[in-house]
């Protein structure tokens, strides 16, 4: 298989092998973590979410991602990345035994969600701080291929970590069991990313930056210069209009999804059951995120970046509409793969544009303008599901909604990209 080859070749670095291995073990840890959070809020018998409830466990989840975005990119081009890998973790490891304490208090009221948005929030630099830092153990070339393996190995460890903390919550029916194992697996993602050097990350700094404080006070200019950095690589800003209609549309299929497993496909007394159906689906949809990783590499070579971009918001149209129009849970698990799959290729191109097309010394806050617009993206939809999406998640008006703006999406870019220089990977 070209994804077992791609990866072998990578591990043959080693400073490629101490990257991943801290990227697979925050992101087990973040699967258990999203388990324990959706056990206690979504499937407590005691709760029976809606659409406005899932809406607002999104803002929760993500909007830390989004106002912490630029912050992250100051200090990303300024600070040691490795040392961010490792401060991250650490502090989400205490974050979640603070959780721990509270869900052991039964109090699910602010300071639940305060810990929750302080968790969430540090893990903005640890992700950014993965992606910045995978040119400087890559060449070149193989950023393609890095992109395919290691978001997409992350993604499938996410999915693991989701499900090991599904069976852990099912066999022992505590969320605090699942929180603990959190906490775990967090320390041990700080201690692995000390394998690596501290300056080894980057950012490759010249010497003329301002500092941490001047530039925070400068947030504003900041962002500024990167969409200025932005502006002059237009192949690299199509791409991020590209993923946060990606991410809206999704977002919208994602709380559509949550709630027909919730509250149609079972009853309020069916809770077990929804859980477990629930996470089946979250698998299907991540075995479609692992064959995108196994045909991204070569689509891209074929077709080039732009085209399978476009080729990909095309299927994730037709796709939405049949078979996930049936409303069935066989078609949800098929359609819930596909989408996965062409969600995914477009996530995997994207980060190549912008890795191939930004400075170095602005990667980080273009990052960060990535994860707003790809966090805002989902919290802007959740926030329109909780007005259209009935209860039960069916609706034939979103659904075509969905569907018309994954096609639009695919015309508009496809008709904006073409024949802009697209940087060499």
């Known amino acids: 298989m070209q994804f077992i080859r791609d990866l072998g070749r990578l591990l043959r670095r080693g400073d490629f092998r101490r990257l991943f291995a801290v990227r697979l073990t925050s992101q087990f840890g973040d699967g258990v973590f999203q388990v324990a959070l959706a056990s206690y809020v979504l499937f407590s018998p005691e709760r029976a979410p809606d659409a406005a409830a899932i809406a607002g466990l999104f803002a929760v989840a993500l909007l830390p991602y989004s106002v912490l975005g630029p912050f992250t990119g100051v200090l990303l081009d300024r600070w ?22 509270i869900v052991a208090l039964d109090n699910a009221g602010i300071p639940f969600y305060l810990a929750v948005l302080l968790t ?10 993965l992606s910045a830092g995978l040119p400087h153990v890559v060449d070149r070339d193989e950023l393609v291929m890095a992109n395919a393996v290691t978001p997409t190995s992350g993604t499938a460890f996410f999915l693991v970590g ?23 697996v967090y320390l041990t993602a700080a201690l692995l990313a000390l394998r690596l050097g501290r300056n080894q990350l980057g950012p490759d700094l010249t010497g003329a930056e301002p500092g941490v404080l001047e530039a925070i006070r400068g947030i504003a200019g900041g962002l500024i210069d990167g969409g200025r950095h932005l502006r ?4 690299p800003a199509l791409g991020l209009a590209a993923i946060g209609s990606l991410r809206f549309f999704f977002g919208l299929v994602t709380v559509a999804t949550i709630l027909l497993y919730r509250n149609k496909f079972y009853g309020p007394d069916e809770l077990d059951e929804a859980f477990g159906a629930l996470a089946i689906a979250t698998g299907a949809i991540g075995a479609g995120l692992f064959l995108a990783a196994l045909v991204t590499p070569w689509a891209t070579r074929v077709l080039t970046l732009r085209r399978w971009i476009t080729v990909l918001f095309v299927a994730a149209a037709v796709v939405t509409a049949i078979p996930g129009g049936l409303y069935t849970q066989p078609a949800v698990l098929v359609a819930g793969f596909l989408t996965g799959f062409c969600a995914q290729g477009v996530k995997i191109s994207v ?3 912008v890795q191939t097309g930004v400075d170095d010394v602005y990667r980080g806050r273009v990052f960060s303008l990535y994860d707003m617009i790809f966090n805002v993206g989902q919290v802007s939809a959740a926030a329109l599901g ?7 998640g069916k609706s034939y008006p979103v659904l075509t909604f969905v569907v018309l703006g994954f096609a639009l999406t695919a015309v508009i870019y ?12």
């Open 386 to 392: 909780a007005v259209i999406l009935p209860d039960d």
């Open 162 to 184: 989701g499900g090991f903390g599904a069976v852990v919550k099912l066999l022992l029916d505590s969320d605090l069991a699942v929180l603990g194992m959190t906490a775990v």
């Open 120 to 129: 969430l929030g540090v893990n903005r630099f640890l992700l950014s701080g």
């Open 414 to 425: 496809s008709r904006l990209s073409a024949g802009e220089p697209v940087p060499a990977h």
């Open 80 to 101: 040691s990345r490795r040392q961010i890998l490792f401060g991250a973790n650490l502090t989400r490891a205490a974050l979640v035994l603070v959780i721990g304490l």
């Open 232 to 235: 002059e690589r237009r192949q």
């Open 351 to 353: 980060d190549t544009l």
